[in-house]
Structures are given as structure tokens and as C-alpha cells.
């Protein structure tokens, strides 16, 4: 190295030597004592720089981006956390709205079903009535049938008394009545119609 | 250095003969063996006329300002120790100005950056956030380490971040210091950037071992599985060093561009006051006066920019290195 530094120095004086005369002294001659001085001061700076100031300005600053990445953190978990709320308010209010609409929905189904059902068994009752009255009205009029028939027995019972009292074996009036008797049984039903 | 060596000349072409002399008296075989013997200059060995090379080089004397006159300097002269003999090598480890001048700087990066860290957990423990003082030194601590080294570094950079902010944080309050009064500029001294830069450069290798593993002697020994087999013993001669070379080439870059802007931004600074001098003349010296301080100002901002390519290169080195050969 030495060697070296000093031919460029001697190729340096040769080419410049306006800079090499009035200057007795040798700018690239290494000094070993200041090298070694250089030494130890640089290494105990390094040491006591490292020790003293780099690691404390480090770890102060890590903290710092520590405690800003913390509270960035923080500030997003309770903004993600008001959405949410935010969301699920939103959501439960929805809920209850379609609650509220299917309460209503019901209702008016359920009020609809009564009326149809109250409608449909005021028809049913009339029905029942109606069917009711007509079976009675039939009733009424076979026992009418029949006692109308009774009647017209006695009735011809009657008159043929009255005939067989005053003409025993009259076959010619037998016949009459009988003829009588089966024009009234037509005449009564035609009746009834 | 191309303009500072210009300007030097007109200097030198404009300054009295007297003045020239005692510069010029020295044969050049004798400078070289004064450099050789003696590279780091007492106070008083210079040419009266020359007052830039003590402005730019280290010397075993200390200007600081007289008392109670503050403007007039006081020369200290610094202890001279016997120098240590190990092995062949020569270490002569007396403090000099550049010595004062580096424990200054990692003086005060102490000071700004603890005084910083102090501030900074305290208030950010008080109502959560850094203010004023250490605000500041966090906003520069976090750009140099967030854009200069995490990108550079690879995956897993925490153990290397200390080093780059530290490499930054020193050279830029060595820097600083030289344009201040009274002060010098420890990395405008290639021993200071050449240690410097040899240590980035242990810090790139031992990056590359503790990494790749094995793999890091493919870093050093060329050998390309993709190549026919005729092809990888060749390309493994040529390649080899070229590796080594390209090895060695980026700390050699570090420590030189460190070196050389400082001492040129010095030499042109110095020159332009210089010709003040030399032109002995108000209207005319007004304006090297303003381009001084225009030169000054780009000084301040090549302070701030060599701090922060060296730790960018020294983390992209090690970012290259980590992240596998090849």
C-alpha cells in the first residue's frame, strides 16, 4: 500500500511540480500513529455511539411506529366495530319492520278467514233451515196426504154407506165408486203439486 | 486538485521572490527524504510564503485561539512520545493536530448524538413524539439509515446499520471541524481515510464470510460452473486477479475520494484568501474574497456529501458482498 501511494506520489510531484517544490511535505505518506489513533477513536465511538445513542433513538423510535401502528389498529377495530353495530341496528330495525308488516298481514288474513268462515256458516245455517223447513213442509204434507186420504175413505166409507143403505147389490154403483174414488186419488195429488 | 494546483501556481507566480526562496532552496531528493523521515511536521518548519500546506497537513502543534485577543492564534505544542518499534514498522504515536481534531469530532458526535438519543426517549416518553433537538437528529439518524443503508445492505441489516450511521456521523463532524476557525480537517489526511476505509473494508469481508459461508472464496477465486470445462481453468487464471484487484480497488476509492475533497476544497479555499493577499489590492481582492466564500459554501455542502457517500458506499459494498457472488 505503501509502495503504491508512494510511486503515485512520485508520478504526482513529476506531473505538478509547481504543487511539489514549495511543499517539503508528502500528502500521501501514511502515519502509522494516526492510523492507529483513527482506529481507536472510530471503534470506542462506534462502541459507545451504538451503546449510547443509535439503540436508544432505535427502540424510541420503534416504540413510537409501535404505539402509532397500535392506536392506527385501534381506530380501525372500533371503526369496524361502529359498522357492525351500525349494521346489525340497521338490520333489527328491517326485522322488526317486516315483523311489524307480517303482524299486520296476519291480522288481515286471520280477519278475512273469520269473515269468510262467519259468512260461510250464516249460509250453511240458512241452508240448514231452508232444508230444514222444506223437510217439515214434506213431512206436513205426506201427513196431510194421508189423512186427506183417511178422509176420503171415511168419506166414500160414508157414501157408499149411504148408497149400500139404500141399493145393497148394485153392481153399476160400485163401479161408480170406484171410479169416484180413483178421480179423487188423481185430483189430490194434482193437488199437492 | 487540478484548479487547487492551478491557483497554487498563480500564488506561488505572484508571491514575493523572498517568499519563494526558502520553498525552492530545497532539492527535491531532500524533500523527499525530510517526507521520508519525518512526515508529520513540527510548527515551525514551513516557508513564510506558504501557508497552505500547514493549513492542510498534520503537524505536532495546535493553533488555538489567544486570550483574551480570541483572533490572535496561540501555538500548543503537542507531547512527542518515543515512537514503537514493532517488527520493521515505525509507530510514532505522539498526539497530533489531527489526532485533537478526530477525538474532537467523536467528542461532539457524542455529545449531539447522545444529548439527541436523551431528548428523543425523553420526550417520546412524555407525550409521544420527539421534538425539536432530537427530532432533528432522528430525521437524519432515520434517512441515513432507512435510505442509505437498509436498501443497500440485503436482508437482515440491523447488524450493520450501527456502522454505517457511525462512519457517517464521524466523518461528517470531521469534516466539518476543518471549516470552522482554528480547526483541520482529520479526513483530509489520507492515514485517517485510509484507516477509515481499511476498516469498511475488514467490515465488507467479514460481511461476505459470515453470509456466504464458503462461498465466500468464490469471491477471491474465480471458477464459473457455467462455462465449458476447457474454459473455467483459463477464465479462473484471468479472473482471479482481477477479483482480488476489484477487492482492493473500493477501499483504495474510499480513501482517496475522502482524501482528495477535502484537501481540494482546503487548497482552493486557501488560495482564493491567498490571492487577497497577493493582489494587495481592495478593488481587485474583493473578488477572490467572493468566490472564497462561495467555495466555502460548497465546501459546507461537500462536508454533508462526502459523509453521506461514504457510508452509502460503504453500506452498498457491504449489501453487494452479502448478497452472494455472482
Redo the contacts between chains.
Keep these: 500500500?505503501r509502495n503504491l501511494?508512494r510511486s503515485l506520489v512520485l508520478l504526482a510531484?513529476s506531473a505538478?511540480p509547481?504543487?511539489?517544490?514549495?511543499?517539503?511535505?508528502?500528502?500521501?505518506?501514511?502515519?502509522?500513529?494516526?492510523?492507529?489513533?483513527?482506529?481507536v477513536?472510530?471503534?470506542?465511538?462506534?462502541i459507545?455511539?451504538?451503546k449510547?445513542?443509535?439503540g436508544?433513538?432505535?427502540?424510541?423510535?420503534e416504540?413510537?411506529e409501535q404505539?402509532l401502528e397500535d392506536a392506527i389498529g385501534a381506530a380501525k377495530r372500533d371503526r369496524e366495530d361502529s359498522a357492525r353495530v351500525l349494521a346489525e341496528h340497521r338490520a333489527a330495525l328491517d326485522a322488526s319492520r317486516d315483523e311489524a308488516q307480517k303482524i299486520i298481514a296476519e291480522a288481515r288474513v286471520a280477519g278475512d278467514r273469520v269473515r269468510a268462515d262467519l259468512v260461510e256458516q250464516a249460509h250453511a245455517e240458512q241452508a240448514n233451515m231452508l232444508a230444514r223447513a222444506r223437510q217439515e213442509i214434506e213431512t206436513e204434507k205426506t201427513r196431510a196426504i194421508a189423512e186427506l186420504r183417511r178422509e176420503a175413505v171415511d168419506l166414500a166409507i160414508l157414501g157408499a154407506g149411504k148408497v149400500i143403505e139404500k141399493n145393497l147389490d148394485d153392481a153399476g154403483n160400485r163401479q161408480l165408486v170406484e171410479s169416484f174414488l180413483s178421480s179423487v186419488t188423481a185430483s189430490a195429488v194434482s193437488a199437492s203439486r | 486538485m487540478k484548479p487547487g494546483?492551478f491557483l497554487?501556481?498563480l500564488l506561488?507566480a505572484s508571491a514575493p521572490l523572498d517568499a519563494?526562496t526558502p520553498?525552492?532552496a530545497?532539492p527535491?531528493a531532500a524533500?523527499?527524504q525530510?517526507?521520508?523521515a519525518e512526515?508529520?511536521?513540527g510548527c515551525e518548519?514551513?516557508?513564510p510564503?506558504?501557508f497552505?500546506?500547514p493549513h492542510?497537513?498534520?503537524a505536532h502543534c495546535l493553533e488555538v485561539p489567544g486570550f483574551p485577543r480570541f483572533w490572535e492564534p496561540h501555538e500548543v505544542v503537542l507531547p512527542r512520545w518515543a515512537?514503537i518499534h514493532i517488527g520493521g514498522?515505525?509507530?510514532?504515536?505522539?498526539?497530533?493536530k489531527?489526532?485533537i481534531m478526530?477525538?474532537i469530532a467523536?467528542l461532539l458526535?457524542?455529545v449531539v448524538?447522545?444529548g439527541?438519543?436523551?431528548s428523543?426517549?425523553h420526550h417520546?416518553r412524555i407525550k409521544?413524539?420527539?421534538k425539536g433537538f432530537g427530532s432533528g437528529?432522528?430525521a437524519m439518524?432515520?434517512y441515513i439509515?432507512n435510505e442509505v443503508a437498509v436498501p443497500n445492505l440485503g436482508p437482515h441489516p440491523n447488524a450493520y446499520?450501527?456502522?454505517i450511521?457511525?462512519l457517517f456521523?464521524?466523518v461528517l463532524f470531521a469534516n466539518l471541524l476543518g471549516l470552522i476557525p482554528f480547526g483541520s480537517t482529520?479526513t483530509g489526511?489520507?492515514?485517517?481515510t485510509?484507516?477509515?476505509a481499511l476498516?469498511t473494508f475488514l467490515v465488507v469481508e467479514f460481511a461476505g464470510i459470515r453470509s456466504n459461508g464458503f462461498g465466500y472464496l468464490r469471491t477471491i477465486f474465480y471458477w464459473n460452473n457455467d462455462l465449458p470445462v476447457v474454459m473455467r481453468p483459463l477464465m479462473f487464471l484471468l479472473m482471479s486477479p482481477i477479483e482480488v484487484v476489484g477487492k482492493l480497488t473500493k477501499p483504495f476509492a474510499l480513501a482517496v475520494r475522502l482524501f482528495a475533497n477535502m484537501?481540494a476544497g482546503h487548497i482552493v479555499v486557501l488560495a482564493l484568501i491567498g490571492l487577497v493577499f497577493a493582489f494587495k489590492s481592495y478593488l481587485v481582492g474583493t473578488a477572490p474574497l467572493a468566490m472564497a466564500v462561495g467555495i466555502m459554501m460548497l465546501e459546507l455542502f461537500v462536508a454533508f456529501l462526502q459523509a453521506f457517500i461514504f457510508s452509502l458506499l460503504a453500506s452498498v459494498f457491504i449489501g453487494q458482498m452479502r448478497e452472494g457472488h455472482h
Design positions: 500500500m501511494l510531484a505538478t509547481a504543487l511539489a517544490e514549495p511543499a517539503p511535505k508528502n500528502l500521501l505518506d501514511p502515519n502509522y500513529g494516526l492510523m492507529v489513533w483513527t482506529l477513536i472510530f471503534v470506542a465511538l462506534l459507545v455511539l451504538t449510547f445513542a443509535f436508544p433513538i432505535t427502540k424510541s423510535v416504540a413510537r404505539a | 494546483s497554487l501556481a506561488i519563494q520553498g525552492a530545497i527535491p524533500t523527499e525530510t517526507a521520508a512526515h508529520v511536521a518548519e514551513y516557508a510564503g506558504d497552505i500546506t492542510i497537513t498534520d515512537p514498522v515505525v509507530i510514532d504515536m505522539s498526539p497530533t489531527h489526532v478526530l477525538l467523536a458526535c457524542c448524538l447522545i439527541g438519543a436523551r428523543h426517549v417520546t409521544g413524539s420527539p437528529i432522528e439518524m432515520l439509515r446499520v450501527p456502522f450511521l457511525g456521523w464521524f482529520a489526511n489520507i492515514s485517517v485510509a484507516t477509515l476498516l484537501v
